[in-house]
T-cell receptor, first 113, second 116 residues
Framework: QKEVEQNSGPLSVPEGAIASLNCTYSDRVSQSFFWYRQYSGKSPELIMSIYSNGDKEDGRFTAQLNKASQYVSLLIRDSQPSDSATYLCAVKNKDTGRRALTFGSGTRLQVQP | DADVTQTPRNRITKTGKRIMLECSQTKGHDRMYWYRQDPGLGLRLIYYSFDVKDINKGEISDGYSVSRQAQAKFSLSLESAIPNQTALYFC???????????????FGDGTRLSIL
């Protein structure tokens, strides 16, 4: 089982719709959760971070965390073609042996004009 | 200017050659990381350094070595390159003084490495 799992996609949504991206993680002691956006051939760019159960909103983006279910999601409202990219979920564990981020393989989002 | 600078941006070389990828940062962060990215496999950690004297192996360190020359500089070496090390390599930094240890990482623009 991968430590951080994402559906590779592509997830295709029409312009203006809500895109829902999901991520599950295997390590229950994970503490910090991040969503990165990566355009093809470019570097990952931080979009959101979330540390506590519940929702966190930033503009059109909402991150949702459910530690009991080991599940974190990213909602993108009013999706735009410029949102088309790969979205990477990353998880941080405080244990001594895991002091760096573990990334999922990413979900490719396509927003259709 | 970019806060995290990687050089070179692209490199094509032959099997068996020694290669060094360099990363420098002006963010003042103490922690630095090297990742490689392959299609369908996401980002995989090669090495990370929490300060100049603290260097740790990641999940795929075999065939690689690193040097933290200063807080701002972290280089990755391939002693004898092989074709399956062809990938996109990213350097990243983070700041341990913020976020109570929950700090995000910030990435350089990447180095595209091809080994023939």
């Amino acid at each position: 089982q991968k430590e951080v799992e994402q559906n590779s996609g592509p997830l295709s949504v029409p312009e203006g719709a809500i895109a829902s991206l999901n991520c599950t993680y295997s390590d229950r002691v994970s503490q910090s959760f991040f969503w990165y956006r990566q355009y093809s051939g470019k570097s990952p760019e931080l979009i959101m971070s979330i540390y506590s159960n519940g929702d966190k909103e930033d503009g059109r983006f909402t991150a949702q965390l459910n530690k009991a279910s080991q599940y974190v999601s990213l909602l993108i409202r009013d999706s735009q073609p410029s949102d088309s990219a790969t979205y990477l979920c990353a998880v941080k564990n405080k244990d001594t042996g895991r002091r760096a981020l573990t990334f999922g393989s990413g979900t490719r989002l396509q927003v259709q004009p | 200017d970019a806060d995290v600078t990687q050089t070179p941006r692209n490199r094509i070389t032959k099997t068996g050659k020694r290669i060094m990828l360099e990363c420098s940062q002006t963010k003042g962060h103490d922690r630095m990381y090297w990742y490689r990215q392959d299609p369908g496999l996401g980002l995989r950690l090669i090495y990370y350094s929490f300060d100049v004297k603290d260097i740790n192996k990641g999940e795929i360190s075999d065939g690689y070595s690193v040097s933290r020359q200063a807080q701002a500089k972290f280089s990755l070496s391939l002693e004898s390159a092989i074709p399956n090390q062809t990938a996109l390599y990213f350097c990243a930094t983070s700041d341990s003084s913020t976020g109570g240890g929950n700090q995000p990482q910030h990435f350089g623009d990447g180095t595209r490495l091809s080994i023939l």
